[in-house]
């Protein structure tokens, strides 16, 4: 479930980041973190013009994923860029006597992974208990991580759960109150469904806030009631939710920064150097900014991370004075993230027809004029447009837009992209390509939800154009992959296995075989292409000579037709060519 899909969600992290000791952190950390983001500093070492190279890597596969030369058999630095890539008895022309050689001793070396569209605020969410359909595999497993959480806690502590997914959960049932006094007697409990629409509490959760049986329900929403007016447990839409969660503790600003330096840490032990965030301002506008400046500006981060600023605060962008391109090469941001619906799984992505069982087809967050306006003012700004399109009738609406947006609008290299992009026709692929339009493939949908996709939401005719990579390419389109994080777990070599193998987790079956695609196209889509949509090709994403030395060494060449994609491991990574992580 994207961020922006999740009403629930969005409350929560607003509420924290009103909290006063968070806006006085960040007050502090803006003073001291912006600095750091002038074009300029916080930059690697540059390499000298001449002299021997620092560093040269040999002994095993090199992928450079530069299609006129993809395999090399050694590579040199200086600095923090190449010198040299190609045949062993070349590039050891540029070593030195102090040069330091590499023996990889048959690992693999390739550019480092990139992930194109993720979100840092979900690391407030870092101390609830995972109980999403990818960590836990049936309801019997979510209830006794629940009692796991609730022994852990001391008594009157909240215990909280999030990304609970009934509709894919096996053996998931109807979750009452009486269920959770039950499970938590001692202990406020509150638990969010991934569609962040829905929610759970039980008595003492209640009391907290202040909620009886007679407590009215706020606008638009609702404290689930029974026959009787007895409240259920069940908290309907985003109103119901705030008026729990604002008497929940939330982190810090300090502890968001440690969260999110974690949360770095782990992206790199899967072989990332370069994170893009596609939601940065949705939680506290300008201070999401200072709050990743505060831990970007540390200079030792083994990651580059880009981003989205939401559209939703375009006015505020404007009045802090902030330009496309603000930053540097470790942090900097150039797009606008804009949305034009929900969720197929939960049927809130627009659709041409009705999901299945139903007399629904979801709804658009935002009116074609609304998006319209956002792309032209963003365009003319000289920002990137990333729009957020699931369902077949949003990305008709989507295209729309941009067709109105930069119908007579100047050529321009900005690169705008449609994100998701679910349920995709091939006329609308088409367009795409004539607009100039790229789409990002949260291709984690395949695994995790194709068979509901399938055979309970939108049937197989639908469902064949889900992600659909192999007629992507066929149509001419640059495309990349993403886990849209936390909704799934950042690991490109997983992406890369999704997209080449289409294999559904529910069943085992193949999701439409004819759109796999072969292991070199699908590595791409973590490095050259997803650099390209990130507007960093020109200095990562192949491993050619003057581009960053951003690296990533593999224990098994993912190229192997006997290797396991997702299960190769990350021995190192390596940016602006000093090593970040080792495994």
Same mark, same amino acid.
């Given at each position: ?5 999740? !009403? ?43 002299? !021997?190279?620092? &560093? ?13 030369? !993809? ?10 860029? &190449? ?35 993720? /979100? ?41 759960? @999030? ?33 962040? /629409?829905?929610?759970? %509490? ?34 309907? $839409?985003?109103?119901? @939710? ?47 900014? %200072? ?16 981003? #989205?600023?939401?559209?939703?605060? #375009?006015?505020?962008?404007?009045? @802090? ?24 799984? %939960? ?21 074609? $004029? ?32 941009? $067709? ?15 994100? /998701? ?70 690991? !490109? ?21 004819? $759109?796999?695609?072969?292991?070199? %196209? ?10 390209? @949509? ?50």
């Amino acid at each position: 479930m994207c961020l922006a899909c999740n !009403p629930g969600q969005i409350a929560l992290l607003r509420s924290a980041a009103s909290r006063r000791d968070f806006l006085k952190y960040m007050s502090v950390a803006a003073a001291s973190a912006f600095v750091c983001s002038e074009p300029g500093l916080a930059q690697a070492q540059q390499p000298s013009s001449s002299g !021997p190279a620092d &560093i040269l890597f040999k002994g095993g596969p090199i992928l450079t994923m530069n299609g006129k030369a !993809p395999r090399a058999e050694a590579l040199a630095i200086r600095g923090n860029r &190449i010198v040299a890539v190609g045949k062993a008895e070349d590039v050891q022309s540029f070593g030195g006597p102090k040069t330091r050689v590499v023996d990889l001793k048959g690992r693999t070396l390739m550019p480092g992974l990139i992930d194109p569209h993720m /979100h840092f605020v979900f690391t407030a969410f870092e101390d609830w208990i995972d109980v999403s359909p990818i960590t836990t595999a049936d309801f019997a497993t979510v209830w006794g991580k629940l009692q796991q959480g609730v022994a852990k806690a001391k008594e009157g502590e909240w215990v909280r759960a @999030q990304q609970f997914d009934p509709s894919i959960t096996r053996g998931a049932r109807p979750v009452t109150l009486q269920d959770l006094d039950a499970l938590a007697p001692k202990n406020p409990f509150f638990m969010q469904e991934s569609n962040g /629409h829905i929610a759970y %509490a039980n008595s003492l959760a209640f009391k907290a806030a202040g909620i009886t049986r007679d407590t009215p329900d706020p606008a638009g929403a609702r404290f689930v009631r029974d026959s009787n007016g007895n409240l259920t447990g069940r908290l309907e $839409e985003m109103a119901a @939710q705030q008026a729990i969660s604002r008497v929940m503790p939330a982190p810090t600003a300090a502890e968001m920064i440690g969260r999110t330096q974690n949360m770095i840490a782990r992206a790199a032990s899967v072989g990332c150097t370069m994170l893009h965030d596609c939601g940065i301002g949705i939680m506290a506008g300008a201070t999401d900014l %200072a709050l990743l400046d505060a831990v970007m500006g540390r200079g030792d981060v083994p990651v580059r991370y880009r981003g #989205m600023l939401v559209s939703t605060s #375009m006015d505020e962008w404007d009045k @802090q004075g902030i330009k496309p391109g603000r930053g540097n090469d470790l942090f900097r941001v150039d797009g606008i993230k804009a949305w034009a619906d929900g969720s197929n799984q %939960a049927r809130t992505g627009y659709q041409r027809e009705n999901y299945l069982g139903t007399n629904e087809r979801g709804a658009l967050n935002y009116s074609l $004029e609304h998006v319209t306006e956002v792309i032209r003012r963003a365009h003319k700004g000289g920002w990137q447009v990333g729009v957020h399109a699931n369902g077949d009738a949003a990305i008709d609406m989507t295209l729309d837009a941009y $067709e109105a947006a930069l119908g007579q609008a100047p050529a321009s290299d900005l690169r705008h992209r449609i994100e /998701h992009c679910s349920v995709l026709h091939p006329e609308q692929m088409a367009r795409m390509k004539r607009l100039g339009l790229s789409p990002s493939f949260l291709i984690g949908h395949v695994r995790w939800w194709g068979k509901a996709f399938r055979d309970r939401l939108l049937g197989p005719e639908r469902a064949r154009l889900y992600d659909p990579c192999a007629s992507a390419l066929a149509a001419g389109l640059k495309i990349s992959f993403h886990s849209d994080w936390n909704v799934t777990p950042i690991e !490109p070599l997983r992406y890369v296995e999704d997209a080449v193998t289409r294999v559904m987790n529910e069943g085992g079956d193949v999701f439409f075989p004819e $759109e796999r695609i072969p292991v070199e %196209a699908a590595l791409r889509g973590v490095t050259i292409d997803a650099a390209w @949509q990130c507007h960093m090709d020109d200095q990562i994403g192949t491993l050619e000579t003057g581009k960053l030395a951003d690296l990533a060494v593999l224990e098994q060449d993912p190229t192997d037709p006997q290797a396991k994609i997702s299960k190769i491991k990350v021995s190192e990574t390596w940016m602006d060519g000093v090593q970040r992580y080792t495994g």
